[in-house]
């Protein structure tokens, strides 16, 4: 048959500020063509596909708006979900109602539902995120960062996704990307961006409230005009810890571990040597002080140098010393870093005490192998 004309341009502000509770009014533009409309209904569904659609009801408990009204006021403290709880309800969808029934949910006009709340997102959202660096130039990239939605995600406290660079899985959050509102799973990233020293690109669900704790994220090497590394993303939050180097990225995490192997390999990374330490700060599990070292003698690879404190010389649930200024890059030429006044002692899993303290020297291709860092 003829496909039914859709709405468009549904409009949704939620007026309650409870977590799972919505009120106020959807809208929407009706077609042209409303001869063959006998009504217009809306659900609210996990996905697009209105996989287990449950239809909202207005402020009367009916459940059909008449054609002419082009608005539905929702009943008070309506709950946001499906008829699943195992799936929350993630999106609006408004379907026309003809003699024939409720037209095809490939024609129904969708709406990210977004559900005012105090809270930041819960989750992230994402199963993996990729990126590949399309950029000639070894200190800058360009490219496509996408994202997949993980299955069963609650996803109505996300308003947008925040893109950034960083130089670990989680951890230091370095510049922004960009962001895109949800309903959209890619962001183009302009050739020539600068890559200021880092390796990862992380994705943050986020509202106005702040961004979620959980981060997906995806390590990548420079394109050098020969080869591109490609690497496994993960889902971490702040007990993740990652050791990496160009040949290998090994993730612990305390729920799930992945592995990913790059392409082809490199000479290894001169390491510094004669690292020194003095904690200056008397408190227990609190360190002061500045930590030092003497610089290979061929620096001209070699863009910086990060601390990291771990659990073992492996860098388990390593966690980035930051300087006093608070960066976490030292560089080249400098060979020491003055910790901020009051660094606790500790890694990035509390059960796992700092006991070593690790220096890497980083290259464009991002950190050198742990068995090549420093140790103290």
């Not at 996300?158 to 950034?164: L, S």
């Not at 050739?191 to 994220?217: D, I, Q, Y």
């Amino acid at each position: 048959t003829t496909p039914v004309p859709s709405v468009s341009g549904i409009e949704f502000a939620d007026s309650d500020d409870a977590a799972n509770i919505l009120g106020g009014a959807i809208g929407w533009t009706p077609p042209v063509d409303v001869s063959f409309i006998t009504g217009y209904e809306v659900y609210m569904a996990h996905d697009v596909d209105n996989s287990y659609g449950r239809v909202v009801l207005d402020s009367a408990g009916e459940s059909v708006v008449p054609v002419g009204v082009n608005r539905l006021s929702m009943q008070t403290g309506t709950v946001r979900q499906t008829t699943n709880e195992a799936f929350p309800a993630n999106w609006f969808l408004v379907f026309a109602r003809t003699s024939a029934g409720l037209q095809h949910v490939a024609e129904a006009a969708k709406l990210p539902l977004y559900d005012e709340s105090a809270s930041v997102p819960r989750t992230v959202g994402l199963s993996s995120v990729s990126f590949f660096d399309t950029d000639a130039d070894p200190a800058t990239i360009g490219g496509t960062v996408s994202w997949a939605l993980a299955e069963g995600v609650d996803l109505g406290f996300t308003a947008e996704f925040g893109i950034y660079l960083g130089n670990s899985i989680v951890g230091y959050l370095g510049p922004s990307l960009g962001s895109v509102s949800r309903g959209t799973n890619e962001l183009a990233v302009s050739p020539g961006t600068v890559s200021f020293f880092n390796t990862h690109v992380l994705v943050h669900a986020e509202n106005k409230n702040g961004r979620s704790a959980e981060v997906v994220s995806v390590q990548f090497q420079a394109f050098d005009g020969e080869a591109i590394v490609t690497w496994t993303s993960t889902t971490g939050t702040s007990t993740t810890t990652s050791v990496t180097s160009t040949r290998t990225t090994a993730t612990i995490t305390s729920t799930k571990t992945s592995t990913s192997t790059a392409t082809r390999t490199t000479t290894p990374v001169p390491s510094v040597s004669g690292v020194e330490f003095a904690d200056s700060d008397e408190a227990a599990k609190v360190l002061g002080g500045t930590v030092g070292w003497t610089p290979p003698v061929d620096v001209s690879f070699i863009m910086g140098y990060e601390v990291y404190m771990a659990y073992d010389v492996e860098n388990s649930y390593g966690r980035v010393v930051l300087d006093s200024a608070g960066e976490s890059v030292v560089p080249v030429g400098v060979n020491r870093l003055s910790m901020q006044t009051g660094t606790v002692r500790q890694t990035t899993n509390e059960a796992f005490p700092a006991n070593w303290l690790l220096v890497f020297t980083r290259t464009i291709a991002g950190l050198q192998l742990v068995a090549e860092a420093a140790k103290l």
